[in-house]
């Protein structure tokens, strides 16, 4: 893995970036971009969060086309900065810290999932700007910010088996794999006049016969059957109630594995069934779990943007962009 992309990877644990208050000199020597209740946020603080996550999309603006990119991403980023500041004031209220030992298992987990030594992620958070100290601060505020969402959010999400039932029964078509039933057939083509059918049925006797003596039915299928199906012992693979003709779809359905249904006739022929395999439709069990995490997921994404919302209401935001 080169430099750039282990910079890139590195940068993926945080979801929003910024650094933290610092000293209030260094405010009063930078433009203020927004104030969100007693703190604000600067204009380098926006500018370097937008140069961090906006990479990707900034590498591919032309060099003299850059700077009014950006400004038109500043307010985006500012939007998210101020929900990211609000959602870290919460957390402080709440209680909720970060201590040293949290951020180090962190790091030590980064390291293990990019296979980076100490040395490597030294030199990718020199490539981004970055010294050890200031990435402590910022992924401490990412687990912050992680630790108030659960604790404000998902905890409060309860999906109830009845729920999970309901979903069930109106998706199940989507859902789960119908009972299934893999056939093998003969196949007589229908005889020009009505006066053939009895010579068909003949020879669909004798086929039986030969069945029953124990002959085997995917060799007497490409001897002797009259569709494409021959080719391949006569397997026609897995059917479901409504993928085959009807009078097909009954005989193969009536059967037990390893019976052979009696000859019968259908629109274009005479039929021979004998069926190889039953696949029984999956009940809600094999599918709950997945039922589950997807009602989580929906219920999470709605209460977080209230919650985010309500933040929003109670606070003090001025935007001075």
């Not at 490539?127 to 630790?147: F, H, P």
């Amino acid at each position: 893995m080169n430099k750039k992309s282990k910079t890139l990877l590195i940068t993926m644990f945080f979801i929003l970036t910024f650094a933290g208050s610092g000293a209030s000199a260094a405010v009063l020597l930078d433009r203020i971009a927004a104030v969100v209740n007693n703190e604000v946020i600067t204009w380098s603080e926006l500018r370097s969060a937008l140069a961090l996550e906006g990479k990707g999309f900034l590498e591919n603006i032309p060099e003299k086309g850059k700077e009014e990119a950006i400004r038109g991403l500043e307010k985006d980023y500012v939007f998210s900065l101020i929900e990211a500041k609000l959602q870290l004031q919460e957390a402080r209220k709440t209680g909720l810290d970060i201590g040293p030992a949290e951020i180090d298992g962190a790091i030590e987990d980064i390291k293990k999932k990019f296979n980076l030594t100490d040395e490597a992620l030294r030199n990718s958070l020199t490539a981004e700007g970055m010294n050890m100290e200031e990435y402590r601060t910022r992924l401490g505020e990412q687990i912050l910010l992680s630790k108030v969402v659960n604790f404000e959010v998902r905890t409060n999400i309860v999906i109830t088996d009845r729920e999970i039932e309901e979903y069930y029964e109106a998706n199940k078509d989507d859902l789960v794999s119908r009972e299934k039933r893999r056939i093998r057939q003969i196949f007589f083509a229908a005889p020009k006049t009505g006066s053939g059918r009895e010579a068909v049925e003949a020879k669909a006797r004798d086929i039986i016969q030969r069945i029953s003596a124990g002959e085997d039915f995917s060799k007497l299928a490409s001897d002797f059957s009259e569709d494409r199906s021959r080719q391949f012992g006569g397997d026609l693979g897995h059917i479901v109630r409504g993928s085959a003709l009807k009078e097909i779809e009954d005989a193969a359905f009536s059967l037990n594995t390893g019976e052979v249904s009696r000859p019968f006739w259908g629109p274009a022929g005479l039929h021979i069934i004998k069926l190889e395999e039953k696949v029984e439709a999956e009940g809600i069990e094999k599918v709950r779990d997945g039922i589950k995490e997807k009602l989580f997921q929906r219920a999470f994404e709605s209460k977080y943007l209230m919650w985010k919302a309500g933040l929003k209401e109670k606070a003090f935001i001025e935007i001075k962009l």
